[in-house]
């Protein structure tokens, strides 16, 4: 069995994710015209299939190109994928899946008149999820000071896109700070998000979490939480302007995302906050588990095994 290992489909060949599988002249290597989604898997089922296949087209749709698969097609790879990675790999409690989508290969250049015809690669690993001391202490972030967030009408940080410069340069001035995660600030100087993560805070047991205006990619396990999540655990939760001068007043901060749901933050530079079990973000994280768990069992045909 391979530890680590990471099982590719480029175009439906199936293949190890470190065998090369593309041309270099492809459009998503040369200028990151490509985009992406991420699924991961809860108690073997692909959970919120529809809400990530929905937010895949749209990416679609915002850069001018065309879907290489239809949704069953799509699903149909994806489970040949996982399929595979099972016969290769250690065993997962639970997987990430990436379908990732360029707009495909020709001449060299800028013009999307150039590219032959859009590719896929389905890309699928183990899930790594958080350490138990992680949830127990919290991440720590910093705020980035060099770099702001593209405004959306440069490069949308709606459109889930092959390009996350940004991102990258942004929590590399948090790392350098020896922060686990960077909080990212937008031309306004208001709060976006961390650089793979949605970000809410919470203040008087309501959670507030950065709107859409702010500059954000919509975060699925944001918008679970919002209209099912929150709500069914009795919490309040809505979007909310907010800046680092807001900081002081909130008791409690955490991340938002599709591969580790709910993580809670014990600090942004020198700004604490509450962690702990009793954290308005565990009893989050307890009610999304009981979620997932509930998905999983209404949705047998999106098992994967």
């Known amino acids: ?7 590719a489909c480029t175009n439906g060949r199936l293949h190890d994710a470190r065998e090369p599988s593309i041309a270099p002249l492809n459009r998503g290597f040369l200028y990151g015209d490509a985009i992406y989604e991420v699924w991961r898997t809860y ?5 919120a299939w529809e809400e990530h296949w929905r937010r895949l087209g749209q990416s679609a749709a915002a850069l001018h190109f065309s879907l290489p698969l239809t949704r069953d097609e799509a699903r149909s790879r994806i489970a040949e994928t996982v399929a595979a990675f099972r016969r290769q790999a250690e065993a997962a409690d639970d997987l990430y899946i990436r379908l990732q989508v360029t707009r495909g290969a020709g001449a060299i250049g800028l013009d999307v008149a150039l590219a032959d015809r859009s590719d896929y690669v389905i890309l699928v690993q183990a899930n790594k999820a958080h350490a138990p001391a992680v949830l127990e202490k919290g991440l720590r972030l910093s705020l980035a000071t060099a770099m702001r967030r593209n405004p959306a009408d440069a490069l949308n940080p709606a459109w889930k896109t092959g390009n996350y410069l940004n991102n990258i340069l942004c929590l590399r001035e948090a790392k350098a700070r020896g922060a686990d995660e960077v909080v990212i600030l937008n031309q306004r100087g208001e709060v976006t998000e961390a650089a793979v993560s949605n970000i809410a805070f919470v203040r008087g047991g309501e959670v507030l979490t950065p709107p859409a205006s702010a500059g954000i990619l919509g ?6 939480l919002i209209g099912t999540v929150a709500p069914a655990a009795g ?4 979007e ?11 008791e409690e901060c955490f991340l938002l995302s599709t591969t580790k749901d709910v ?7 020198d700004h604490r906050f509450r962690v702990g079990d009793e954290s308005v973000a565990m009893r989050l994280k307890r009610a999304f588990a009981a979620y997932a768990r509930s998905y999983a069992t209404e949705h047998p045909e999106l098992r994967m095994e």
């Open 235 to 238: 919490v309040t939760m809505r």
């Open 1 to 7: 069995m391979a530890k680590n290992y990471v099982q």
């Open 219 to 224: 975060g699925i396990t944001r918008e679970l």
């Open 263 to 269: 993580t809670p933050v014990s600090a942004i530079d």
């Open 240 to 250: 909310a302007t907010v800046t680092p001068e807001d900081f002081p007043d909130f």
């Open 43 to 47: 108690h073997d089922v692909l959970f």
